[in-house]
């Protein structure tokens, strides 16, 4: 019976969406979410920006464990999630899938360039919550790949940090980041929120 109540208490600690926030799924989708995230042993600590157009970093991305952690996260809290990923990884059978996660799919070698492409689909859409791992690979390496920053400046959205805290089992949320367009002024502020945070696999 603890570990029922303890499990339940775990299975309850999801922030509310802020109205603004695009959403999915439904009641049962909610409780496999919250139920996946028992089962890891994570939770979610602070709250949502209510802000309609977020482009999202999430890191230290270390781990493909990562992935399945994320999802029960998007999936507990009723969450639409988009993520980009090459065009190539959109064909075939498995097209549809990338789709249904939420995936984007990116044409590097058009001549309007990615960051372009991605600001035209903030552009359109409503309400949009853009995740991307700056790191670009499972890797804690720095610097970061710059082509997040880029997307929010042009889009004129905030960044929202969102840190992985493999050591505390913690997805953490930041405050919103308004970007200045200095790129060498702001990236150190970003990367300071992230000092001491060990993702999944160290």
Do not use: C
């Amino acid at each position: 019976m603890a570990a029922a109540r303890l499990q339940g208490q775990r299975v309850s600690r999801v922030p509310p969406l802020p109205p603004s926030l695009p959403r999915r799924g439904n009641a049962f989708s909610r409780t496999l979410g919250r139920l996946g995230m028992a089962l890891f042993g994570w939770r979610i600590e602070g709250q949502f920006p209510d802000r309609a157009k977020l482009v999202v970093i999430v890191a230290p991305h270390t781990s493909n464990w990562d992935f399945p952690i994320g999802i029960s996260a998007v999936f507990a809290l009723g969450l639409r999630v988009r993520f980009l990923g090459k065009d190539a990884l959109f064909r075939g059978p498995l097209g549809w899938l990338m789709r249904w996660f939420g995936g984007t799919p990116v044409i590097r070698e058009s001549p309007q360039g990615a960051v372009a492409q991605v600001v035209a689909v903030i552009e359109a859409e409503r309400s949009v919550f853009l995740a991307i791992t700056p790191a670009g690979t499972r890797s804690s390496a720095v610097p970061w790949r710059s082509g997040f920053y880029h997307i929010a400046h042009a889009a004129r959205v905030p960044i929202l940090p969102i840190a992985f805290d493999g050591e505390r089992r913690l997805i953490r949320l930041f405050a919103p980041f308004d970007t200045s367009g200095d790129y060498d002024a702001d990236i150190p502020k970003l990367l300071a929120l992230y000092a001491g945070i060990r993702g999944v696999r160290p």
